[in-house]
């Protein structure tokens, strides 16, 4: 009998699974919404934070030694690193350097705010989750 990938490398999802679908879906749906350049900058902040989430795990699991004992689990974030959410030219959020070098919040303007925003909460959930 083939166990599944979660009872082979005993992990287990987080208790706030449901919280971070939730929150998903309404990402999802306020962006649908959402004018086209809006819709964009969540897209865009969302598949930056999911990036940068996967490059984690993956120096997590190579500074750990287990690149080459796990190598499914490794091509798997692999894959789910590369996919193309976003639509070519999303904006990218600002990032704290930029946020603090700007003499007002209009240099960034709506969609740099809306990703700004989108971002920091996704990075907070996923975050939060990653303990709980």
């Known amino acids: 009998m083939q166990c599944c990938t979660f009872c082979?490398?005993?992990v287990r999802p987080s208790a706030l699974l449901s919280v971070l679908q939730g929150a998903g879906l309404a990402a999802g749906a306020a962006a649908a919404l959402a004018p086209a350049h809006i819709r964009a900058a969540v897209v865009g902040a969302l598949q930056e934070t999911l990036t940068d989430l996967y490059n984690d795990q993956l120096r997590t699991l190579r500074a750990a030694g287990l690149s080459d004992e796990a190598p499914d689990v490794r091509a798997v974030m692999l894959k789910l690193r590369n996919l193309q959410r976003a639509a070519e030219g999303a904006?990218?959020?600002p990032d704290i350097i930029h946020l603090q070098q700007l003499n007002s919040i209009s240099d960034i303007g709506v969609q740099?705010?809306?990703g700004a925003v989108v971002k920091a909460a996704a990075d907070m959930l996923i975050g939060v989750a990653g303990k709980v």
Do not use: I, M
């Open 8 to 10: 082979r490398y005993r």
């Open 91 to 93: 904006p990218v959020p």
């Open 112 to 114: 740099g705010v809306v």
